[in-house]
């Protein structure tokens, strides 16, 4: 047992973890179950009042199954030696990397990758042309995005990008107000896509369907839609050589290739709307209408395979109308202040997981998720990233025990200007969603705007802490039911589901 730096009692060894995500919470998971050094206290800071990162705020709100791991992140944050401390704001115009460091043995950085990828085209700041990302965080209700406002006026939109996140934002295009009342989206989103008059959705790839990024079981969901159906070019699909004879790919571009396949020997529906998948052409410019200022469409220039992986330009060029663009290239990382950062990869360098500053590992500081190895991988795919950081961390505890550090991070914050939401301001938050919902007739209804947000944990705090409070330490004194060491286990969390990762 590593012992406290005055050497009398157990050293409690303070962690924080900056990210509630899915890469967050499994390090915080993984740290608290240990065995090794059994008193880890971590604590999981958050910009936003809310947890769950990109499941709250990534998943598709049709993707029930998957947002359900929520509950499973949620066991976590509730275990008596974690807590969630949301509204806490680390970086530019907040607290900064050195003032944390300050107040923690050791810092875990699972901030994700927090912007979006340019096309570097021209036209691509026009009005209609949007970041699938902002598209998501508006119909996600990110508080952030609550003022966003998107051209639904039809008939057509081009989606740019053959990822999961591309299918995602095409599903929700092309989806009935029906299939989406009974998610937890918010109002607004809802009544703008309930108007919305785009008939035609176009998801362009730039290289050919063997190569789509998209995952089989997400792919086929576009042809599982009530009022709308998929439509593909057989003649296109075919100038992948790949097409014809698909047995030699990886097993997802096979199955990927053999739904395209089948799609193109269906006959047409007649549905309502229409989801044409797109290959081989790379967007060139975004085109302006008359007044200059408003998406018109996109010029692609088509491509051609050539031979190793990648396409060739043709000087063949083909133009999509739409009044709605939205670019889904990928996610990419941002610098945090305070930080060392490869532009190149958007991602914090590092050693298993520990920062590397100047050539070293740098004590006390570590990274997991996306800011880590990229934006890329399903939600499980962070289980074994998170426990790789949280296992360097555990290897260090002996020497970052040794420095002192506040008794009370949380009173700390406080005195550096953060107003912690605790976690029985979250449960103030859902408390309200699920109000709002019996009050508009739908189940859980996410509130979208800060001030919603902010008011909601006020009155869950004022509701609800004293017992929360008292729960929690009642459980870490022993007389709870819940004792830590003693093998009361937080995993079976395993749902190794797909999704944003982060
Ligand atoms: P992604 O999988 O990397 O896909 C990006 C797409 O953008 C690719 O088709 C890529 O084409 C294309 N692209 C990149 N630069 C381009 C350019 N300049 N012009 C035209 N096209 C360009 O990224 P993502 O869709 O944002 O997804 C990020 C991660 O989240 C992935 O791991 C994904 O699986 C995960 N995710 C999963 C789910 C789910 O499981 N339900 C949902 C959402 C997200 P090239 O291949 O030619 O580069």
Same mark, same amino acid.
């Given at each position: ?14 962690v ?5 995500g ?14 090794a050094?059994?008193d ?24 029930e ?41 050791a ?6 990758a927090?912007?979006d ?33 998107f ?14 996140v ?15 009342a ?34 089989t ?6 042809g ?6 998929v439509v593909?070019?057989p ?20 199955r990927?290739?053999?739904?395209l ?20 052409? &790379?967007? #060139?410019?975004?085109? =302006?209408?008359?007044? +200059? /200022?408003? $998406? !018109? *469409? ?27 663009v ?24 590092h050693?298993?997981? &520990?920062? #590397?500053?100047?050539? =070293?590992?740098?004590? +006390? /500081?570590? $990274? !997991? *998720? ?52 605790e ?8 408390? =309200?969603?699920?109000?709002l919902?019996?009050?508009? *007739? ?58 944003a990762?982060?």
């Open positions: 047992m590593l012992e406290s730096p005055c050497g009398k009692e157990p050293a409690v060894l303070r924080a973890v900056v990210g509630s899915p890469s967050g919470v499994y390090t915080a998971q993984s740290l608290v179950e240990q065995q050094v059994p880890v206290r971590v604590h999981v800071l958050d910009r936003l009042p809310c947890p769950y990162g990109l499941v709250r705020y990534g998943v598709a709100p049709d993707h199954k998957i947002k359900s791991l929520q509950n499973n992140l949620r066991t976590v944050l509730d275990h008596p030696d974690v807590s969630f401390l949301g509204n806490v704001h680390i970086g530019e115009g907040g607290l900064g990397a050195e003032e944390l460091h300050e107040l923690y043995h810092v875990v950085y699972c901030v994700g927090a912007t990828r340019h096309l570097g085209v021209p036209g691509e700041t026009l009005w209609g042309s949007f970041s699938a990302t902002d598209f998501v965080a508006w119909y996600s209700a990110h508080p952030d995005a609550a003022t966003h406002r051209p639904l006026d039809g008939p057509a939109a081009v989606v740019i990008g053959v990822g999961n591309a299918v995602d934002v095409t599903r929700i295009l092309a989806r009935s107000v029906d299939e989406l009974p998610t937890d989206m918010p109002q607004g989103p809802l009544g703008a896509l309930a108007g919305s008059a785009i008939e035609d959705v176009y998801m362009v790839g730039r290289r050919g369907p063997s190569q789509a990024k998209f995952t079981k997400e792919l086929r969901e576009l599982a839609l009530t009022g709308a159906e593909v070019r003649e296109e699909l075919a100038l992948d050589p790949a097409f014809a004879d698909p047995s030699g790919l990886p097993a997802v571009n096979r990927n290739v053999e739904v396949r089948s799609w193109a020997a269906e006959p047409p529906r007649g549905a309502g709307r229409r989801i044409h998948l797109r290959f081989f052409l &790379r967007p #060139v410019a975004v085109l =302006a209408g008359p007044d +200059g /200022e408003r $998406v !018109a *469409g996109v010029r692609f220039e088509r491509t051609l395979p050539d031979g190793h992986g990648g396409v060739a330009g043709t000087g063949n060029y083909e133009e999509i109308a739409a009044g709605t939205l670019r889904s290239v990928g996610y990419r990382g941002v610098p945090l202040p305070g930080l060392p950062f490869d532009a190149e990869s958007g991602t914090v360098p050693e298993e997981g &520990r920062v #590397v500053r100047d050539g =070293a590992p740098s004590p +006390g /500081e570590y $990274v !997991a *998720g996306w800011i880590k190895r990229g934006p890329t991988g399903v939600i499980g795919t962070n289980r074994p990233c998170a426990k790789q950081t949280a296992a360097s961390v555990l290897a260090d505890a002996g020497s970052l025990a040794a420095r002192r550090v506040p008794g009370d991070p949380v009173e700390e914050l406080r005195r550096l200007g953060q107003a912690p939401v976690w029985p301001g979250w449960q103030g938050i859902e408390a =309200a969603e699920a109000a919902g019996r009050s508009l *007739g739908r189940p859980m209804v996410k509130i979208p705007d800060w001030a919603g947000l902010l008011a909601a944990a006020s009155a869950g705090t004022s509701n609800g802490a004293s017992t929360a409070v008292h729960a929690k330490s009642a459980v870490r004194s022993g007389t709870g039911t819940n004792v830590p060491g003693t093998g009361t286990s937080i995993s079976g969390t395993g749902q190794e589901a797909a999704g990762g982060g």
